[in-house]
């Protein structure tokens, strides 16, 4: 028993209704949406403290007897998501403060982002706390309601064609996980994950591979593996810039994590390596070529996100602890460094208006400062040693050589491509919008109507923000031995049953 | 378990006239293709269930005789995510009409533009072709 647990669900429920009431107040509501969010920071850290040290944390809410009610359960896995997870939403919604009142306006109208992104935040947590299927689907349906809302903020033609994508392929994605736990409650008579894990092996070999795939392509699509990952570059690039940032950095990492929850849980008996491999390389490489083809920085960055999640899909169809513990670094360097260049990208839009590296030049003249942003996670995403993101792909390389099969080996070679070519594309942004004389901007478009965007000054809190995250990404490369024996330790509890006795204690199966 | 024929067959008919609406492109449509669908989902729920049974009222039934009460309150659960959904598509189905005077979803205007260099095999804007030689001009900036 630890009520701890439900802090990071309660806590950011609670500010988005006092949000709503303060709607008229925007200092007071940015004010308890950072108090708010610091607390689901500090909880999730003391979470993340006690499951290392004691083990994993579990909690039957509303006292119902074990076994009957909804159990909220955190390992080292769901406390280490959720903690990275609070500090990218908090240096978010910082970064989303520092905008000036007439963007406000037009971008994210506090009175309702404020609630609906803390909203999101719940939505977050309860998915990563939930020791339940149907809860699980519950967190899930939370953070997509908050996203639509999100996503179509301000409600132009632009954004709602990006939202009527979204909505309706997560809502496709949701149905289908409805008749997933339609199917498992039927064939375990429990959606308890604790409990469908104990009962799972004994089933016929068909019904746990229905359950197993329904699960795997629900959770991919929200993860965006291809191939269903031809929603996300159509409908995140629209959005504000925090929004952006946000979801790139933590919607599909919640996909990633329930794909790693219920294959280490659920079947670790059954690890479909050869079928995940496969689905990683085309993920890896189909993504890093679609950004290849991209001149719009938003959009380049979010193919980039798609093919990197191929690598955290490596890690887990290894199923080796060498490759889980390379796929929980990796999905938390991925959400801090995705976030960091969505903000970015905003600001890059900011100073030289417009996100397109065609209309880009010279930004390294206008603004050092942005170019310095740019260019530490740039390097990160792309790999460059020392920063994170070579730590974690140098960790799954070593589980692709460790599984030493031709299809490992094969995966090794990709993804030192797919790096090679993020690197590429990372590059090329520099060249065309950094290097270069500045120009300003009254360029003809397509309609041949003249647009002109002056660039505005960064604010300072924007900076700022950008810059913690920026640190925070340092950190979990200065501190990457602590880290990675974290993570380490998180991956061998994901293999050795710790989870279910925890949850389930004495109570006979 | 037994499962209900009646009960799968009419939820294979609604999924599936849902999933053929959903591949619609009028806003419209697609609200009746997930209205439709998600009653299908949720008789899947029922057929889950197992037979029906006693309203599970303790003390006023044997155990035994009473119906499963789970499957129907993540029914419940369901139906009211599929209301608040339902408002949503509403809203944007009408936001769509206000802004262009139809409710169908467009593609994407980048995509086509990167598609149509592909087809007629053009290079981007954003390509340039610098040779790396030093002619003591700094080309990029030109």
Redesign the interface.
Known sequence: MNNLLTIPVLLPMLGAALTLILGRRPRTQRLVSILVLLGVVAAAGTLAWQADTQGVQSLWVGAWPEGFGIALVADRLSAIMLTVAGIVTLAVLVFSAGQEEDEVRKETPVSIFHPTFLLMCAGVSNAFLAGDL?NLF?GF?ILL?AS??LL?MG???SR??????Y??VN??S??LF??A???T??AVGT?NLAQIAQRIPDLPEGTQGIIQYMLLVVFAIKAAVFPLSAWLP?SYPTAPAPVTAVFAGLLTKVGVYAILRTQTLLFPHRPLTELLLVIALLTMVVGILGAI????VK?LLSFSLVSHIGYMVMGIALASIQGLTGTIYYTAHHITIQATLFLVAGLMQRVGGSSN??RLS?LMTTSPLLATLFIIPGMNLAGIPPFSGFIGKLGLLNAGVAADTPLAWTLVGASVVTSLLTLYSIA?VW??AF???PVSFTTEDEEGEDEVHPGRPMPAVMVLSTCALIAFSLLLTLAAGPFYAYAENAAEALLDGAYGLAVLGEVVP | MTGNLTLAIVAAVLIAAGVYLLTERSLTRILVGVLVMSNGVNILFLIASGPAGAPPLIGMFAAEDMADPLPQAMVLTAIVITMAVSAFVVTMAYRSFQLNGHDEVSDDIEDRRIRELAERDDVSDSFEDIRFSDTGEDRVSE
């Not at chain 1, 709602?160 to 994508?165: D, E, L, T, V």
């Not at chain 1, 083809?293 to 719009?296: F, G, M, P, S, V």
């Open positions: 149907f519950v349906e309601f639509y809302v179509t409600g132009t033609g709602i064609r990006a939202g009527s994508i909505v309706v809502l496709l949701s149905s409805l008749i736990l339609a199917t409650y039927a959606v159509d083809a991209q001149a719009d959009r590296i065609d010279g090329k060249n065309r290097w270069g004389t």
